[in-house]
């Protein structure tokens, strides 16, 4: 039986997120000024074809299954990856600190000059629109961050952590996964995230923090050309 995280982007926008998709029941999408993410609803060919008539001219969509991703010959392949997905094998306690304050719309651009910096994953100036972020500052300068991106039922991605390279070893980006861990395991969710298969160092940190792997995924951007 599939797991709902098995294709996480379909089954955010058929839940916690359908007032945000666009499409219909055989395929949907994030708007792209938020996130790039979309989904159709199955394998078959009426939902693949609505699935390649999301995006228009110029337009990307990322594709995040555990599945082997089909073939949309419509759209330009361009690039494809291995992701892990990773979750938390236990609820994680409510964390108070004063240090770590909630990021807003007048936020928005230093975030997206931190995500263009670090390299997250994929980021835009309405990340805030998906869940709630949270940074640290020093000086009035955001250096650190993590907040939530897509949510299905039961569940929340902790997404965005990223500190920058000037402020990185002293311990900010692990106390904002565990914050940001807390907030999400407060509402009787579970916390899950995503990672580059090959960033074993991060998957090692994860591990260390509480999450395990629970599946292997694929990811791939595609493109409408015309």
Known sequence: MSHILDRPV???LRTAHAALAEGGEDARRYPPSIVPFAASADNSAGSLTALE???ASGEVMALVEAEPIAALPELTTVSDAKLVQMIAERPYPRIVDGRIVPLTETDAEDMLALATLTKPGPFTLRAQSLGAFWGMKIDGRLVAMAGQRMRQTG???LSGL???PDFQGRGFGKLLFRFVAGEISARD???YLHAYAANSSAISLYT??????RAEMNFRIVKRDR
């Open 189 to 191: 969710e579970t916390a």
């Open 208 to 213: 260390a923090l509480g999450f395990r792997l």
């Open 155 to 157: 569940f929340a991605e």
């Open 53 to 55: 008539d999301l995006p």
């Open 10 to 12: 379909w089954s955010a």
């Open 162 to 164: 990223c500190t920058h």
